[in-house]
C-alpha cells in the first residue's frame, strides 16, 4: 500500500484548460484504448480451424490453419476450451450426392474406408467413372460396396441399401436416412454426426416429413436428396477418455489450473500508470462563405 501511495504520488496531473466561447474544458485520459468488435462463439462460427479450400474439389489432404480458439481477424481469445491437440488432416467431403433425373441409377464403389481427425464419422472414399471423391460412411458400409445414386421418384418406393442416396419421395416409410438436404439443389447438410439418423415418419401431398436427431419432426420436399442409412462410429458418444493427456490430443484445453491471478511471475503487479493525456475539444464548424451577388 505504501509503494502504490508513493508511486500515484509521482504522477503529476497537469490539465491544460482549452477556451471554447465562454466555458472552460477540462478532460484528461489516462489510458489508449482500441474500439474491437469481438465475436461470440457459437452462431455456426467455429474458432478451432480454418480449412484452406482450393477452387476445384480434389481427394488430396487439405492445408489447415489452427486457431486456438482465437477470432482469425484480431487475434482475441473467443473460444477458452479450444486449443493444442494433434495435427490433422482435412478430407473434403462432397456434400452433393447428384444422380440421373431419369433412368437407370447410377452406381459407384467403395474404394476405401478411413478415419477423419476433423469429424466424427469415418469418411468413405467413393470411384464413378473417372472422378474419385469422398462421402460420409453408414454404419453397415464396407470396401467393395455398390452405392446407388438417383433422382428418379418412381411410384413405387424403392428398397435401398446403405449408402444409398434417393429423393425422400422414392424412400419408403420408417427408412433411416443422413445428409439431408434443407430445400433441393442445396448441400446436404443436415444429419452429419457420427452414429446419427433421420426417420421418415410420413407423406402428405408434395412433402415428406422427417424425424432429425433432436426428436423434431420436420416436413421437407420430396425432391430433397438424402442418404440411406446410420452414420458409423455408433459408439464414439459412449468413448472412454481415460487421461488428461488423451483431452489434450483431442485439442481441448483445461478449464481450470492455467495460471493463479494474485501469485506467481505472471500475477499482480504494482505498475506505474500510464502518461496523461489531455484531450482537446472538438474543433469549432468552421463558418459558410458568404457570396454577395449584388453588382456593385
Not at 477556451?19 to 485520459?29: H, I, Y
Not at 478430407?91 to 474404394?111: C, F, L, N, T, Y
Not at 426428436?215 to 446410420?230: L, N, P, Q, S
Amino acid at each position: 500500500m505504501q509503494s502504490l501511495t508513493r508511486l500515484l504520488s509521482k504522477c503529476t496531473l497537469t490539465l491544460q484548460p482549452q477556451q471554447r466561447g465562454s466555458l472552460s474544458v477540462l478532460q484528461q485520459l489516462r489510458t489508449k484504448t482500441k474500439v474491437v468488435e469481438k465475436p461470440k462463439p457459437g452462431a455456426g462460427q467455429q474458432f478451432r480451424r480454418i480449412v484452406h479450400f482450393p477452387d476445384e474439389y480434389t481427394v488430396a489432404p487439405l492445408k489447415i490453419t489452427h486457431l486456438a480458439g482465437r477470432d482469425p481477424v484480431s487475434g482475441r481469445m473467443v473460444a477458452k476450451g479450444i486449443g493444442g491437440g494433434i495435427k490433422q488432416q482435412y478430407r473434403w467431403i462432397k456434400w452433393v450426392r447428384d444422380g440421373p433425373s431419369e433412368g437407370a441409377p447410377q452406381e459407384e464403389i467403395v474404394v476405401e474406408l478411413l478415419h477423419d481427425g476433423c469429424r466424427t464419422a469415418k469418411v468413405a472414399l467413393v470411384a464413378v467413372g473417372d472422378e474419385l471423391k469422398y462421402i460420409l460412411a453408414t454404419e453397415n458400409m464396407r470396401v467393395g460396396d455398390i452405392l446407388r445414386t438417383s433422382r428418379v421418384i418412381p411410384r413405387i418406393p424403392v428398397r435401398p441399401n446403405d449408402g444409398d442416396a434417393y429423393p425422400l419421395g422414392a424412400l419408403p416409410v420408417g427408412t433411416r436416412i443422413h445428409c439431408l438436404e434443407k430445400n433441393p439443389g442445396q448441400p446436404c447438410h443436415l444429419i452429419h454426426a457420427a452414429g446419427t439418423f433421420g426417420t421418415i415418419l410420413r407423406k402428405f401431398d408434395d412433402k415428406v416429413v422427417v424425424q432429425l436427431p433432436s426428436k423434431r419432426e420436420f416436413a421437407f420436399d420430396r425432391t430433397c436428396m438424402a442418404t440411406v442409412g446410420r452414420l458409423s462410429n455408433v459408439e464414439h458418444n459412449k468413448e472412454h477418455v481415460g487421461s488428461a493427456q488423451r483431452m489434450r490430443e483431442l485439442g481441448n484445453r483445461p478449464r481450470s489450473g492455467l495460471w493463479k491471478r494474485k501469485e506467481g511471475k505472471h500475477g499482480r503487479k504494482i505498475r506505474r500508470l500510464p502518461p496523461m493525456t489531455t484531450v482537446a475539444p472538438p474543433p469549432l464548424p468552421k463558418e459558410p462563405e458568404l457570396k454577395l451577388t449584388l453588382n456593385l
